[in-house]
């Protein structure tokens, strides 16, 4: 079973007959392509649990934190922040990392980059330099903060102005365990 942010929850391997129950206000089935999937809906925050009986006997049980007090989270690259932004390439090579964080919360809550994709856009032409496509829902892994390898710092090396840098598909995994796909995408044009 694996949850996606905010509220549906997927499961694979569900045995037929296999009953999900939800402590929550409601719980729905939705249409998924292959494993089964439900939506979750709270109404306020707290401890709530998913539990998987089959034949009356349970055989899963994972409890999630709904915290609505929880801003969402921001993705920025080191000292570069907004979703629409204008930088040297010296500023986006100055710590050539991508960070997610709540800006200005005091609460130091730690958010896992589980995926994203970089892509240059050069004169209308557009290649995919750094590309994170690994089974997110299930890695330990964490780029949050990672250094860009050395060959996605050096095709941003031969940026020129104009040339704009686009991160989107930004998926994170939340301090409460449940993984986010941030909305929009963010665009930094190299001035």
Not at 26 to 43: F, M, W
Not at 51 to 77: C, Q, T, W
Not at 94 to 102: G, H, K, Q, V
Request: hydrophobic share 35%; proline share 4%.
């Amino acid at each position: 079973m694996f949850l996606r942010y905010p509220n549906t929850v997927v499961f694979a391997n569900l045995p037929d007959g296999a009953e999900v129950k939800f402590n929550g206000d409601e719980i729905s089935p939705i249409s998924y392509p292959v494993e089964k999937a439900y939506n979750l809906r709270v109404s306020k925050a707290g401890t709530y649990s998913v539990r998987v009986l089959d034949k009356g006997k349970e055989i899963y049980k994972r409890d999630f934190i709904a915290n609505k007090a929880m801003s969402d989270p921001f993705a920025h690259f080191g000292i570069i922040k907004g979703w629409t932004a204008t930088a040297t390439v010296d500023d986006v090579l100055a710590d050539p990392a991508l960070y997610c964080d709540i800006p200005g919360n005091t609460t130091i809550y730690h958010f896992r980059i589980l995926r994203y994709d970089m892509t240059i856009i050069r004169d209308g032409d557009v290649e995919t330099i750094n590309k994170h496509t690994r089974n997110e829902y299930h890695s330990t892994d964490d780029l949050n903060g990672r250094a860009f390898d050395e060959e996605t710092k050096a095709k941003i090396k031969l940026m020129k102005k104009g040339d704009k840098l686009l991160v989107e598909g930004i998926q994170v995994g939340c301090p409460d365990g449940l993984v986010r796909t941030l909305d929009g995408r963010f665009t930094i044009t190299i001035k």
